[in-house]
């Protein structure tokens, strides 16, 4: 759609580039969403979230979103098989600094959220799938 197109091209590469996750919410058409059974309550979430935040303070004294490139060296260490994992896939997608940081802060929550004391593969691909994708329809 030429509309998308015009209005992502509005966001310049190095500020796109500061965003941390992007998220494409498909269209779900009626008989689909009358079937779906009932989610997660956001008291439940927001449980979740708050373990993950505290997680986070004990751990460092703030959230990952705000760890420098010294804190995410320290705080989101990856075994081999991980740092094989990230490594190839971020000379295959050809990802910048900035961009790799960002993902491994992201994994870092994942992990928290999971209640994992490592980052695993599963947290660095899910984190791969909130970055930025070429969008066409």
Same mark, same amino acid.
């Given at each position: 759609?030429?509309q998308?197109?015009?209005?992502?091209?509005?966001i310049?590469?190095?500020?796109?580039? *500061?965003? /941390?996750?992007?998220? /494409?919410?498909? @269209?779900? /058409?009626? /008989?689909?969403?009358?079937?779906?059974?009932?989610?997660?309550?956001? #008291? @439940?979430?927001?449980?979740?979230?708050?373990?993950?935040?505290?997680?986070?303070?004990? *751990?460092?004294?703030?959230?990952?979103?705000?760890?420098?490139?010294?804190?995410? +060296?320290?705080?989101?260490?990856?075994?081999?098989?991980?740092?094989?994992?990230?490594?190839? #896939?971020? @000379?295959?997608?050809?990802? +910048? #600094?900035? +961009?790799?940081?960002?993902?491994? @802060?992201?994994?870092? +929550?994942?992990?928290?959220?999971?209640?994992?004391?490592?980052?695993?593969?599963?947290?660095?691909?899910?984190?791969?799938?909130?970055?930025? *994708?070429?969008?066409?329809?």
């Amino acid at each position: 759609m030429p509309q998308i197109e015009r209005y992502n091209k509005k966001i310049s590469g190095p500020i796109e580039d *500061r965003i /941390d996750i992007f998220i /494409d919410v498909p @269209k779900v /058409d009626y /008989d689909k969403y009358t079937s779906m059974r009932p989610s997660e309550s956001s #008291a @439940k979430i927001r449980e979740r979230v708050m373990e993950a935040v505290e997680i986070q303070m004990k *751990r460092a004294g703030k959230l990952n979103g705000k760890m420098n490139a010294l804190e995410v +060296t320290k705080f989101c260490k990856l075994g081999p098989k991980e740092e094989d994992f990230f490594k190839n #896939a971020s @000379k295959k997608l050809g990802l +910048t #600094a900035r +961009t790799m940081e960002k993902i491994l @802060k992201v994994s870092r +929550t994942i992990a928290d959220l999971s209640k994992s004391e490592k980052i695993e593969i599963s947290h660095i691909a899910e984190a791969m799938q909130y970055r930025k *994708r070429t969008f066409s329809i």
